[in-house]
């Protein structure tokens, strides 16, 4: 879940940075953001399938009501970031993508907080 | 090159949106979650998370839909919410037994990196903008 997490994080990262060059750079969002927002998304689908075969193994966090809002909220994340982003002819576009990112970054990391949390 | 939409909900009002919609549904959903499974471990501050995710959800809409009323509804919404994060903020560090689970108000903001303190700086400022530039197409009208 660790490693899994910090290549999320790696991959936000990237579509955060893209997002601010754009951004500084006064243009509006192309194919490499597309690009970038889309292969966090494959990084987060593949963290879900992982964290479904946990806890259908028996993997069981205490707070599983939460961890599961995290599961699904996370991957919906960069789908609503890239769609409020696309409609947006500005540099500001890039900046949409940029919040929707650290989002992602900050709630994978409260995510492997609550997988980790199994109580004992 | 045209960067001044007068929309509040386009440029850089976008992301403002993208924040608040963030928020309504982040603190929605903290409240919803504490309300449902922990009510009388700490009324208070569950009740005031729930609040505080209908006044993000207010902005949020207010923001959306732009114009005198919508400036007028986020208006009063980012003004709340202001004085919200201010005054939980500063009782969550004075009276830490009326605080006894933390809401997204609390100390300022701090769980969440201090966005709730710089969101309704932000919302404010960009809707006294908008109120200028509506103000002066009514000067001058096209």
Same mark, same amino acid.
């Given at each position: ?47 879900? *399938? ?71 | 090159?045209?960067?001044?939409? !007068? ?17 309504a549904v982040a603190a ?20 005031l998370s729930a609040f ?11 923001? *959306? ?49 201090? *966005?709730?303190? *710089? ?11 908008? !109120? ?11």
């Amino acid at each position: 879940m660790t490693t899994l997490a910090v290549v999320v994080t790696v991959v936000a990262a990237l579509l955060a940075v893209v997002g601010v060059l754009s951004t500084v750079a006064g243009r509006r969002t192309g194919q490499l953001h597309l690009a970038a927002a889309a292969l966090l998304e494959v990084a987060l689908l593949v963290q879900a *399938v992982v964290a479904v075969v946990g806890l259908v193994g028996g993997h069981r966090p205490e707070e599983t009501a939460a961890f599961l809002g995290y599961l699904v909220g996370i991957v919906l994340v960069p789908v609503a970031g890239v769609l409020w982003a696309r409609s947006e002819p500005t540099r500001w576009a890039g900046t949409v993508l940029v919040v929707a990112a650290v989002v992602v970054a900050v709630m994978d990391w409260r995510l492997v907080q609550l997988w980790n949390a199994t109580g004992g | 090159m045209a960067e001044q939409p !007068s929309d509040t909900a386009a440029g850089p009002g976008r992301v403002l949106v993208g924040l608040y919609g963030l928020f309504a549904v982040a603190a929605g959903a903290r409240a919803a979650v504490q309300l449902a499974t922990d009510f009388s471990a700490a009324p208070v501050a569950y009740l005031l998370s729930a609040f505080a995710a209908v006044v993000y959800l207010v902005a949020t809409i207010g923001l *959306v839909r732009g114009g005198p009323g919508g400036r007028r509804t986020a208006l009063i919404a980012c003004s709340v919410e202001l004085l919200g994060v201010l005054v939980v903020g500063t009782l969550s560090l004075t009276d830490r037994a009326a605080f006894p689970d933390a809401t997204v108000w609390s100390v300022y903001g701090k769980g969440y990196g201090f *966005v709730p303190l *710089v969101l309704p700086v932000l919302g404010l400022l960009w809707l006294r903008h908008q !109120s200028e530039l509506a103000a002066a197409e009514d000067d001058e009208p096209a």
